[in-house]
Nanobody, 122 residues
Framework: QVQLVESGGGLVQPGGSLRLSCAAS????????MGWYRQAPGKERELVAR???????NYADSVKGRFTISRDNAKTTVYLQMTSLKPEDTAVYYC????????????????WGLGTQVTVSS
């Protein structure tokens, strides 16, 4: 099994910053991509940022220039540095990873963390 454990959420004032972390562990042969999605009340889950095994990144238009995704050297932990936070960034943030569990696995599988709440409010 694969586990994704998130940390770093909380309450922050508008204009503030937070850093989310997500560590992957368990049956992992290789990680194709890791990223962050978010879901606000009454809205669908949406991609926030993603980083591939080659280091390529992509961001939602709404967070470009404010959020930065990165990872550690082992490529099993992903971070989301969030700055200039706005009330509309309030959501549950979910870590995501596309992983090949074994060397002989024919397909990669998607895994999700349990989510961490980010609330931006004065």
């Amino acid at each position: 099994q694969v586990q994704l454990v998130e940390s770093g959420g909380g309450l922050v004032q508008p204009g503030g910053s937070l850093r989310l972390s997500c560590a992957a562990s368990g049956r992992i042969f290789s990680i194709n991509a890791m990223g962050w999605y978010r879901q606000a009340p009454g809205k669908e889950r949406e991609l926030v940022a993603r980083i591939t095994s080659g280091g390529g990144t992509n961001y939602a238009d709404s967070v470009k220039g404010r959020f930065t995704i990165s990872r550690d050297n082992a490529k099993t932990t992903v971070y989301l540095q969030m700055t200039s936070l706005k009330p509309e960034d309030t959501a549950v943030y979910y870590c995501y990873s596309n992983i090949r569990p074994y060397s002989y696995s024919l397909f990669n599988s998607d895994y999700w963390g349990l989510g961490t709440q980010v609330t931006v409010s004065s």
